[in-house]
T-cell receptor, first 113, second 114 residues
Framework: SQKIEQNSEALNIQEGKTATLTCNYT??????LQWYRQDPGRGPVFLLL?????KEKRKERLKVTFDTTLKQSLFHITASQPADSATYLC????????????FGAGTRLAVHP | GAVVSQHPSWVICKSGTSVKIECRSL??????MFWYRQFPKQSLMLMAT?????????EQGVEKDKFLINHASLTLSTLTVTSAHPEDSSFYIC??????????FGPGTRLTVL
């Protein structure tokens, strides 16, 4: 069966360190993968999109990698700040039209001062 | 740009009543909008895909007669939860797709059915 797995355990890190979140998937062949940020009681906010032919994508302090052989994406936040504390969701586009997104359950990141 | 709004942001209703949630793309036209439901500490689950001027496409297990979707214009889609029950209490989120692959999400609507 198709699965998208993100670490359900919260990730606690110290301010200034690099946070690394993992997204693994099985039985998918996504053309691209997206990462979103979600704060409590709010809708997701789009962060980055990486396509299957791209190994790495960067945006300011964010970096995403996409390994289609390992079926894994890594999401990095460098020089993390307490304001980065949130839940981060990965999402794959599903085949079958309309570019439907299938979301992982998300990983909660807590950055401590 | 690419702002999506939802109304109301929260609603409490009695069991058996119907509730309508609006999703608007404020500064762009969206031919496709999506409706999701999210239970506490769980992932967003796609309920249906809504295309302007045509019937919505529902995901497996989602009752189309219970969750009525209308996408009457390029900037407005509505979700009506009919005869709501406590198990329908959830966080309902819509998104709108701009040209390309990115979806922009609304702030969500918290529905509580007593």
């Amino acid at each position: 069966s198709q699965k998208i797995e993100q670490n359900s355990e919260a990730l606690n890190i110290q301010e200034g360190k690099t946070a690394t979140l993992t997204c693994n998937y099985t039985n998918y062949s996504p053309a691209y993968l997206q990462w979103y940020r979600q704060d409590p009681g709010r809708g997701p906010v789009f962060l980055l999109l990486i396509r299957e032919n791209e190994k790495e994508k960067r945006k300011e302090r964010l970096k995403v990698t996409f390994d289609t052989t390992l079926k894994q994406s890594l999401f990095h936040i460098t020089a993390s700040q307490p304001a980065d504390s949130a839940t981060y969701l990965c999402a794959l586009v599903s085949s079958g039209g309309y570019n439907k997104l299938i979301f992982g359950a998300g990983t909660r990141l807590a950055v401590h001062p | 740009g690419a702002v999506v709004s939802q109304h109301p942001s929260w609603v409490i209703c009695k069991s058996g009543t119907s509730v309508k949630i609006e999703c608007r793309s404020l500064d762009f036209q969206a031919t496709t909008m999506f409706w999701y439901r999210q239970f506490p500490k769980q992932s967003l689950m796609l309920m249906a895909t809504s295309n302007e001027g045509s019937k919505a496409t529902y995901e497996q297990g989602v009752e189309k007669d219970k969750f009525l979707i209308n996408h009457a214009s390029l900037t407005l889609s509505t979700l009506t939860v009919t005869s709501a029950h406590p198990e329908d209490s959830s966080f309902y989120i819509c998104s709108a797709r701009l040209a390309g692959d990115t979806q922009y999400f609304g702030p969500g609507t918290r529905l509580t059915v007593l």
